[in-house]
């Protein structure tokens, strides 16, 4: 499984990168949350999770790859407020 999941993102990874043309915003998206996911499933490894934290950490991953897409496509950032509400604005250059 852990195999498989990892040899998916990096074809698609190698997929998208032998694109000629600039990325769509969705394109961006799908490459975050692929981006994630891997980022998750490498952290569940590195770590020696078991299987349910596995899962956990592949999902955070992806929502965490998505979020900084759709950041960096509208150049907001969530800053928070300390009382647990939060503000956006510009992303620091």
Known sequence: MKKTLLT??????LALSACNRPLTDQEKTIVGGVA???AGLITA???GANKNWTVLTTLAGAA????VARNQHTNQCAYSNGDGTYRTAPCPV
């Open 45 to 47: 490894n590195a770590i």
């Open 36 to 38: 994630g996911i891997g």
């Open 8 to 13: 998916l993102t990096c074809v698609a990874a």
């Open 64 to 67: 965490a790859g998505i979020m």
